[in-house]
């Protein structure tokens, strides 16, 4: 979507305006979640204690990153739903007696510090994107 100021140039917006490239964008930000997700649950038990960092940190950096990239509330959770619904799918033990989370502290650690990141990312009150000069909000 443009706008056209009184010289007659088109003036266009980084940030993505039409629905369907809003929804692709958090479309991505869920699958990019889902794969953290999953990543940090088979490293934060195989590397303790520094699995459980590395786990937390790109978990924290993917909250961020998307509230940063779409400056929206959604940005963050988007991929905060998808890390959730890795973590919870992978989270029960099966039949045969397979987990993947151990009942250890780095297990809740990684729960609860991931949950804790993706609120923290989500509330945080981000700058509106810029404005071009003549345009009010």
């Known amino acids: 979507m443009s706008a056209v100021s009184g010289s007659g140039t088109a003036e266009r917006s980084a940030w993505p305006r039409a629905l369907g490239a809003r929804v692709a964008v958090y479309a991505v930000l869920v699958v990019l979640g889902l794969l953290t997700g999953v990543a940090g649950t088979l ?5 303790f204690p520094f699995g459980l960092l590395l786990a937390l940190a790109a978990a924290a950096g993917v909250f961020w990153g ?46 609860f510090g991931g949950m804790l990141a993706a609120v923290m990312c ?16």
Do not use: H, M
Request: charged share 10%.
């Open 66 to 111: 998307g509230a940063t990239l779409c400056r929206t509330k959604v940005g963050a959770a988007a991929p905060g739903a998808g890390w959730v619904l890795a973590v919870l799918l992978t989270t029960p033990s099966r039949g045969e007696g397979d987990f993947l989370f151990a009942a250890g502290i780095a297990g809740y650690v990684y729960l």
């Open 122 to 137: 989500t509330t945080i009150a981000l700058p509106a994107p810029p404005v071009p000069v003549g345009k009010n909000r």
């Open 43 to 47: 490293v934060q038990g195989g590397w």
